[in-house]
């Protein structure tokens, strides 16, 4: 079925391990999104990608990598999982930056013990 | 990016009446766009604005962009109890940024 999809939905990992967030979209976007989201802060914008190989840092990129080697793909990692990183995690994806909407995936709940 | 600023920030909003949410920046705007997140679900985008002054509306919602681009809004009549939810704003010329949202609790 086509569209925008995250995995894991739910992740519950230790303080200190390496987690992947994994999204994959099959509208061959040029534009992704890793947004994360928390209580009275909204959505705020990790990192995102204007195409395959390009990325580029957002609101609060520290802590996390992003790579875009395929087109349809945009994993986020945590190098090294922080209890300030509990949050839940959103990937998007727009056909081109301006003049045009993002479609959200369902999100992943990652939590940080 | 461009930085944009929702009030209110909570709304409790009687079923059958009307609201509004605003959303404001200090910088001109190149574009608007409205999204809802409903309790549990994910971002789904309601509309686009990107001319001055530009009205659109869609059924019960009237969307607005103000004729200095620097604030929107979002209006909505006969509130009804799919109208719960968090509404947010979002712009950018190189990256979309988002308000923090307006959440909206009907009450029955």
């Known amino acids: 079925d086509a569209g925008i999809t995250q995995s894991p939905r739910y992740k519950i990992t230790e303080t200190g391990r390496q987690v992947t967030l994994m999204c994959h979209q099959t509208w061959s976007h040029s534009y992704m999104f890793w947004y994360r989201q928390d209580l009275g802060h909204g959505l705020r914008l990790i990192y995102y990608?204007?195409?395959?190989?390009?990325?580029d840092k957002g609101e609060v990129p520290d802590g996390y990598v992003v790579s875009r080697s395929k087109t349809e793909n945009f994993p986020l990692t945590l190098e090294s999982a922080t209890r300030s990183q509990t949050s839940v995690y959103f990937c998007a994806s727009s056909f081109q930056f301006m003049n045009t909407e993002a479609f959200f995936g369902q999100g992943t709940r990652l939590t940080v013990v | 990016g461009q930085q944009v600023m929702q009030i209110p920030q909570y709304q409790h909003v009687q079923e059958g009446e009307d609201f509004t949410t605003y959303c404001n920046s200090s910088?001109?705007?190149?574009?608007i766009q409205w999204y809802k997140q409903r309790p549990g679900g994910h971002p789904v985008f309601l509309i686009q604005?990107?001319?001055?002054?530009e009205v659109k509306k869609q059924k019960r919602l009237t969307f607005q962009f103000g004729e200095a681009k620097k604030n929107s809004s979002l209006h909505i009549t006969a509130t009804q109890t799919t109208d719960v939810g968090t509404y947010f704003c979002?712009?950018?010329?190189?990256?979309?940024?988002f308000g923090k949202g307006n959440q909206v609790v009907v009450i029955p």
């Open positions: 604005l990107v001319k001055s002054g």
């Open positions: 979002a712009s950018g010329n190189n990256r979309l940024a």
């Open positions: 990608s204007a195409a395959a190989d390009i990325t």
């Open positions: 910088t001109t705007l190149s574009n």
